[in-house]
Nanobody, 121 residues
Framework: QVQLVESGGGLVQAGASLRLSCAAS????????MGWFRQAPGKEREFVAG?????FYSDSVKGRFTISRDNARNTVYLQMNSLKPEDTAVYYC?????????????????WGQGTQVTVSS
């Protein structure tokens, strides 16, 4: 049974940093792409960053967020710097069906429960 558990969210002021973690179990973690998505109230879930055969970022976070993974710990991280109020959302990690990073949610088959990130102005 594949399980993903996110942690590290919280309430911060604009300009601050947070690091999200996602601990995975139940799969050969290193063989699959991992992605971070987010969903703000009233908006659709959107791709933030993914890591697998390559690394991709959405334009809105490029240069501020960094995705990384520790295969030995089955953990993927999202370092978020220079946070903005528009980054406020529930952040989800997901494991992809393949090792290639895709930006669509349908390419990911297991999801965590999400962690809330709130950035105040």
């Amino acid at each position: 049974q594949v399980q993903l558990v996110e942690s590290g969210g919280g309430l911060v002021q604009a300009g601050a940093s947070l690091r999200l973690s996602c601990a995975a179990s139940g799969r050969t973690f290193s063989s699959y792409a991992m992605g971070w998505f987010r969903q703000a109230p009233g908006k659709e879930r959107e791709f933030v960053a993914g890591i697998g055969a390559s690394i991709f970022y959405s334009d809105s976070v490029k240069g501020r967020f960094t995705i990384s993974r520790d295969n030995a710990r089955n953990t993927v991280y999202l370092q978020m710097n220079s946070l903005k109020p528009e980054d406020t959302a529930v952040y989800y990690c997901a494991t992809g069906r393949l090792y290639y990073v895709r930006t669509v949610s349908g390419a990911y088959d297991y999801w965590g429960q999400g962690t809330q990130v709130t950035v105040s102005s």
